[in-house]
């Protein structure tokens, strides 16, 4: 019997069981299957899928019947696409649909976006200061739709640095919590704790032996926590596994490597050797299932029992060379909307290129003018792109396919989703620029609209496409046409 065959409703469980790509796919075969694809159930099923994931923001079961099935295909579009008005073909400028302000009663540090955009973490000074110069850290974590505080956490004499969310189900999650003490700022406490985001219980999991100085911002993903520390030598630098619900831990020897943890599996990127001339980098997804002979109990924790990246057997290896030795390296993980267990990375190369060669009209300026020809290099950054498709059995092995390898001015890539770069100057923000990764070459991009008279401290984007601003009084999230 051929598909087109089978009776409505069971080709209608079908489209269920699938994923975005292939109900779009499936959407232009015929006229029946397209009519299948605009049922709304169809659709309600998707939203939900990808609001267990935590890449869009509409998810409460009473709002999900107030929207027309064209609303939830237009949502879960810009979600897969990025909003039409970001696009360098779109003929009119990026234009806000829907905004949502929250005011502040006190000076806010910085903000987090807890996975899926739904709450915002902020970082509340309790100093006499200012900025809170001496004074704690606390953290207060908003429901972004109705500025809702629903959860805190605190401790005196202590200044929290990063958090770290991983929703099991619901609205439960397992926080990660880095805080230093304010008389030994350059030792780290890192507490685990489970956290209801609709009563504000807290319930404390774990608590790590202190740990030296961190390196970058930690991850959290399952069962599984990962960060960076540095001792008092840059050769004490190393990657912390934990294994928080067994109370396990695995210390590997990795100088300045970049991570990130995906379901059950810990991405590396890191320098081929420690040599000041080294061209050559190893991205590495190491699976957890093979680090089972390396876990040591918590209670015998030392930093110096290390465990050598040689000794475990990598399941997918990738080489990326540089063309200079002053090069700098950067992975961004995202999980795409279109299929499940798959993500993209995007690493990007920072490194000085060679200025392009003078046309003859401007040789012959020069000439004429006797001007001399300026020969200074400028940094460049190469994007590579690459889908990784995480194994739906055991015993396969994670695929990583490049996607595309691109070149930008911008040497900075701080949010990515759909597609699209969010890029600001990390010093004094006066504007803020969108573009999409496939725009080749140096071009400016597309300004987004931001409130005129008030200085912004930070800017992130959220996996739906929300745009999160944080003014001096105020939190401003924006979402696009």
């Given at each position: 019997?051929?598909l087109n065959?089978?009776?409505?409703?069971?080709l209608?469980h079908?489209?269920?069981?699938?994923?975005?790509?292939?109900?779009?796919?499936?959407?232009k075969?015929n006229?029946?299957?397209?009519?299948?694809?605009?049922a709304?159930?169809l659709w309600?099923?998707?939203v939900?899928?990808?609001?267990?994931?935590?890449?869009?923001d509409?998810?409460?079961d009473e709002?999900?019947?107030?929207?027309?099935t064209?609303t939830?295909?237009?949502?879960?579009?810009?979600?897969v696409l990025?909003?039409?008005?970001w696009?360098?073909?779109?003929p009119?400028?990026?234009?806000?649909c829907r905004?949502m302000t929250?005011?502040?009663?006190?000076?806010r540090?910085?903000?987090?976006?807890?996975?899926?955009?739904?709450?915002?973490?902020?970082?509340?000074w309790?100093?006499?200061?200012?900025?809170?110069?001496g004074?704690?850290?606390?953290?207060?974590?908003?429901?972004?739709?109705?500025g809702?505080?629903v959860?805190?956490?605190?401790?005196?004499?202590?200044r929290?640095?990063h958090?770290?969310?991983?929703?099991s189900?619901?609205s439960?999650?397992v926080?990660?919590?880095?805080?230093?003490d304010?008389?030994?700022?350059?030792?780290n406490q890192?507490?685990f704790?489970?956290?209801?985001?609709?009563?504000?219980?807290t319930?404390?999991?774990?608590?790590?032996?202190?740990?030296?100085?961190?390196?970058?911002?930690?991850r959290?993903?399952g069962?599984?926590?990962?960060c960076?520390?540095s001792?008092?030598?840059s050769?004490?630098?190393?990657?912390v596994?934990?294994?928080?619900r067994t109370a396990?831990?695995?210390?590997?020897?990795?100088?300045?490597?970049?991570?990130n943890?995906v379901?059950g599996?810990l991405?590396?990127?890191?320098?081929a050797?420690?040599?000041?001339?080294?061209?050559?980098n190893?991205?590495?997804?190491?699976?957890?299932?093979t680090l089972h002979?390396?876990?040591?109990?918590?209670r015998?924790f030392?930093?110096?029992?290390?465990?050598?990246?040689g000794e475990?057997?990598?399941?997918?290896?990738?080489?990326?060379?540089a063309?200079n030795?002053?090069?700098h390296?950067?992975i961004?993980?995202a999980?795409?909307?279109?299929?499940?267990?798959?993500?993209e990375?995007?690493?990007?190369?920072?490194?000085?290129?060679?200025?392009?060669?003078?046309?003859?009209l401007?040789?012959?300026r020069?000439?004429l003018t006797r001007?001399?020809p300026?020969?200074?290099?400028?940094?460049?950054t190469?994007?590579?792109?690459?889908h990784?498709a995480?194994?739906?059995l055991?015993d396969?092995?994670?695929?990583?396919?490049?996607?595309?390898?691109?070149q930008?001015?911008?040497t900075?890539i701080p949010?990515?989703?759909?597609g699209?770069?969010?890029w600001?100057?990390p010093?004094?923000?006066?504007?803020?620029?969108v573009?999409?990764l496939?725009?080749e070459?140096?071009?400016?991009g597309r300004?987004?609209?931001?409130?005129?008279?008030e200085?912004m401290?930070?800017v992130e984007?959220?996996?739906?496409?929300a745009?999160?601003?944080?003014?001096?009084s105020?939190?401003?999230?924006?979402y696009?046409?």
């Amino acid at each position: 019997m051929l598909l087109n065959e089978l009776d409505i409703d069971v080709l209608s469980h079908i489209f269920i069981l699938t994923d975005v790509y292939t109900i779009m796919s499936l959407s232009k075969v015929n006229k029946s299957f397209h009519a299948i694809s605009r049922a709304k159930h169809l659709w309600v099923s998707v939203v939900r899928d990808l609001y267990a994931r935590r890449l869009i923001d509409l998810g409460v079961d009473e709002v999900l019947e107030e929207c027309s099935t064209q609303t939830l295909i237009d949502k879960v579009r810009r979600v897969v696409l990025g909003p039409s008005t970001w696009s360098p073909s779109s003929p009119i400028a990026p234009t806000i649909c829907r905004q949502m302000t929250h005011l502040l009663d006190s000076p806010r540090m910085r903000f987090e976006l807890v996975p899926g955009g739904r709450y915002l973490v902020l970082f509340v000074w309790r100093g006499s200061h200012a900025f809170g110069v001496g004074g704690d850290v606390d953290v207060e974590c908003l429901e972004v739709a109705s500025g809702r505080r629903v959860w805190s956490w605190g401790r005196p004499g202590h200044r929290v640095s990063h958090t770290e969310f991983d929703f099991s189900c619901g609205s439960e999650a397992v926080v990660c919590v880095v805080s230093s003490d304010l008389e030994e700022p350059f030792s780290n406490q890192i507490f685990f704790l489970s956290v209801n985001f609709e009563t504000g219980d807290t319930i404390e999991l774990l608590g790590l032996p202190e740990l030296p100085f961190l390196l970058g911002r930690p991850r959290i993903s399952g069962d599984f926590f990962a960060c960076a520390v540095s001792g008092s030598t840059s050769s004490a630098e190393c990657i912390v596994l934990v294994n928080w619900r067994t109370a396990d831990f695995i210390l590997l020897n990795m100088k300045s490597a970049q991570f990130n943890l995906v379901h059950g599996h810990l991405i590396t990127l890191r320098r081929a050797s420690e040599s000041t001339v080294c061209l050559t980098n190893y991205l590495r997804v190491y699976s957890m299932a093979t680090l089972h002979p390396f876990w040591h109990p918590l209670r015998e924790f030392d930093i110096d029992t290390r465990t050598n990246p040689g000794e475990i057997l990598s399941v997918v290896s990738e080489t990326i060379c540089a063309d200079n030795p002053g090069h700098h390296l950067h992975i961004l993980v995202a999980e795409s909307a279109l299929h499940q267990q798959t993500y993209e990375l995007i690493i990007s190369l920072v490194d000085l290129a060679a200025p392009p060669p003078l046309s003859r009209l401007k040789r012959l300026r020069n000439r004429l003018t006797r001007r001399r020809p300026r020969n200074e290099c400028q940094w460049m950054t190469t994007l590579f792109r690459y889908h990784l498709a995480l194994p739906l059995l055991l015993d396969e092995n994670p695929r990583l396919r490049l996607k595309s390898t691109l070149q930008h001015s911008l040497t900075c890539i701080p949010n990515y989703r759909a597609g699209y770069s969010l890029w600001a100057a990390p010093w004094g923000i006066s504007s803020i620029v969108v573009r999409h990764l496939d725009e080749e070459g140096i071009k400016r991009g597309r300004q987004l609209p931001i409130l005129e008279g008030e200085e912004m401290y930070q800017v992130e984007m959220a996996p739906s496409g929300a745009v999160v601003i944080l003014y001096e009084s105020r939190v401003v999230v924006s979402y696009f046409l």
